[in-house]
């Protein structure tokens, strides 16, 4: 069966950028609109972005200006980067895939066990 | 784009139902019917219960169910068991391909 797994580092320091890696197993990762979820501790989720094979890409409008997801179809991977971050930004970040080839409507039936990430000096 | 209004908290003893409310406008879960709930236990990713506001994926107990009205989705859990207790999430198509979040509710079983 499909299964996500996220990577990278578990501190960041403030004004660094925080960079993720999604690694999608058991299905290929084409044809999907592959997502970063996050939640910080306590709260709600947060919608961070899509991407798609073609590296088409859309951006929740509050973090865009500090966001990219790229897609690496050869490895398989999707990634993130969040530039300048700051104690807000402390999260655990989920990797997400909706239920329907080539949807956007936000129904995600596949997520990965997510990554805690804290930034601290 | 601002996150979705869940109750902070409901709560319902076994065998009961309780119904969360999920508020937005009319730029999200009033202009599609792509309304999502999610549940959550600690320390564990969030699973799809409903999507397109009142359809379950396979596996989900049919004592879940959701429904729109205007700018608010509901999601109710009839015959409460202990499993049940955890947090509970809305999600909403938003246009422009966008998505938005609630803020959650946590379900406790008396």
């Known amino acids: 069966q499909v299964q996500l797994q996220e990577s990278g580092p578990g501190l960041v320091k403030p004004s660094e950028t925080l960079s993720l890696t999604c690694t999608v197993s058991g299905d290929s990762i084409s044809s999907y609109y592959w997502s970063w979820i996050r939640q910080p501790p306590g709260k709600g989720l947060e919608w961070i972005g899509y991407v798609y094979n073609n590296g088409y890409t859309k951006y929740n409008p509050s973090l865009k200006d500090r966001v990219t997801i790229s897609v690496d179809t050869s490895k398989n991977q999707f990634s993130l980067r969040l530039t300048s971050v700051t104690a807000e930004d402390t999260a655990v970040y989920y990797c997400?895939?909706?239920?329907?080839?080539?949807?956007?409507?936000?129904?995600?039936?596949?997520w990965g066990q997510g990554t805690m990430v804290t930034v601290s000096s | 784009q601002s996150a979705l209004t869940q109750p902070p908290s409901a709560s319902g003893a076994p065998g009961q139902s309780v119904t969360i409310s999920c508020s937005g406008t009319?730029?999200?879960?009033?202009?599609?019917?792509?309304v999502s709930w999610y549940q959550q236990h600690p320390g564990k990713a969030p699973k799809l219960i409903i999507f397109d506001v009142s359809k379950r994926p396979s596996g989900v107990p049919d004592r879940f169910s959701g429904s729109k009205s205007g700018n608010t989705a509901s999601l109710t859990v009839s015959g409460l068991q202990a499993e049940d207790e955890g947090d509970y999430y809305c999600g909403s198509y938003a246009g422009s391909n966008t998505v938005v979040f609630g803020g959650g509710t946590k379900v406790t079983v008396l």
């Open positions: 997400a895939r909706p239920r329907i080839v080539g949807n956007t409507s936000g129904a995600f039936d596949i």
């Open positions: 009319s730029s999200d879960v009033g202009g599609y019917n792509y």
